[in-house]
């Protein structure tokens, strides 16, 4: 295992409403990518009252199901993310992870819901999507390294396919997408984790 194996590597970029997300994908499909697919993501996020340094997510959709940690940082772009699979022939474990993470501490929670558009290559997964949160709503590109060897190597897979498709790394986005996405009515203590 790697150094990296617990460690995401990913820029964001965020898009305006009207990006031509068909143009996007024809640029990328010259990139001989191995699968193109298109999603649709639930994702809920925890937040548990003795632990401001992480948040925890619920991901289900029609090929995973997972719960994930992942630690807050300044710069979301490099921080730990740790995925723990579920049975998917179970269905949706909805109840049961929020019984789970209330029995941890649980303050809060909330949901995001993506209609993800992705490109998986050996190395990297393109991501193009509409993330829509309980007040607000973005489209973001996501490029997220596939197996890094290191950080630095993570870092230049992304670099490779950002230049390939017109992104400049200084024009992405540092905050996580639950960052993003949280509701003006979130707890101050929660906002205060991401300030």
């Not at 994908?25 to 993501?41: A, C, D, G, Q, T």
């Not at 289900?60 to 723990?84: G, P």
């Not at 490779?160 to 992405?172: I, M, P, Q, T, V």
Request: a negative charge; aromatic letters at 10%; glycine letters at 2%.
């Amino acid at each position: 295992m790697h150094s990296s194996s617990f460690t995401e590597i990913e820029h964001k970029f965020l898009v305006t409403s009207d990006f031509d997300a068909q143009s996007f994908f024809k640029k990328i499909s010259v990139l001989s990518p191995v699968k193109l697919e298109k999603i649709r993501v639930r994702d809920v996020y925890y937040v548990l009252a003795s632990d401001a340094k992480h948040v925890f997510r619920h991901r289900y959709d029609a090929q995973i199901q997972q719960l994930t940690v992942k630690s807050v940082e300044e710069d979301a772009s490099v921080r730990t993310e740790i995925n723990l699979p579920i049975d998917q022939s179970k269905g949706d474990q909805s109840p049961a992870i929020s019984a789970f993470m209330k029995a941890l501490g649980c303050k809060w929670s909330a949901e995001i819901a993506k209609d993800i558009e992705v490109a998986y290559f050996t190395d990297c997964e393109i991501v193009f999507y509409r993330a829509v949160g309980k007040s607000n709503a973005v489209n973001c590109v996501e490029f997220e390294a596939v197996n890094p060897k290191s950080v630095a190597d993570g870092l230049r897979v992304l670099s490779h396919y950002e230049s390939a498709l017109g992104f400049n790394s200084k024009d992405r986005e540092a905050k996580s997408l639950f960052e993003l996405l949280l509701p003006q009515d979130a707890p101050d203590d929660v906002k205060k984790m991401f300030r």
